[in-house]
């Protein structure tokens, strides 16, 4: 990808969230440059929208940076302002919990930087959800992503036969 020139404040944007409360734009700048172990992601988030559920990795860090507006960081510990410019991490498991919600007037710029580790696991405490990556974090086409309720948990042992008497 010697020609890409992947810029965050004339981005490509590649793709649109338009779900209610979660409406934003993404640009998949790591990818675009060419990137295969690091990840970084230009999103635009819409006033009175989050980028994404609360929800921690299980197998990746995460880094954001705020390039444009104040968004709100929401974490285990409460909400706070961000400004422009500050970077903050969160680390793989539930002490990493973070949404990043525009509670301005007008669009947020925020840059978030991961691993591309596979396989990785995203758990959404809110809702009960969890989903399981067979594939890097923003990688497109084939590799598993499923969704699903943690309350849809069965015993280990349930359904599992025990191994034929002969061999088939």
């Known amino acids: ?11 490509d944007w590649e793709s649109t969230q338009d779900q209610e409360g979660f409406r934003t734009r993404r640009a998949s700048l ?13 999103f ?15 197998g990746n860090e995460e880094m954001l940076i705020v390039v444009d507006g104040a968004p709100t960081l ?6 706070r302002q961000l400004e422009r410019g500050e970077v903050v991490a969160f680390p793989v ?6 949404q990043v919600i525009n509670r301005g007037d007008g669009p947020v710029r925020i840059l978030m930087v991961s691993e591309r580790i596979a396989p990785d696991i995203v758990v959404r405490p809110e ?42």
């Not at 498991?93 to 973070?98: L, N, Q, R, W």
């Not at 923003?138 to 061999?167: I, K, L, N, Q």
């Open 93 to 98: 498991g539930s002490e990493g919990a973070h």
């Open 44 to 58: 635009e988030i819409e006033p009175g929208n989050a980028a994404f559920p609360l929800h921690f990795h299980l």
């Open 74 to 79: 929401r974490t285990a510990d409460g909400e």
């Open 127 to 168: 809702s009960g959800k969890i989903s399981a990556f067979g594939r890097p974090p923003g990688a497109h086409g084939e590799g598993m992503h499923g969704v699903y309720y943690e309350r849809d948990s069965t015993p280990f042992w349930e359904g599992e036969d025990p191994p034929p008497a002969e061999p088939t």
């Open 30 to 42: 790591g990818h675009q440059a060419g990137s295969d172990r690091l990840g970084a992601s230009l």
């Open 1 to 11: 990808m010697a020609d890409a020139r992947p810029n965050i404040f004339d981005p």
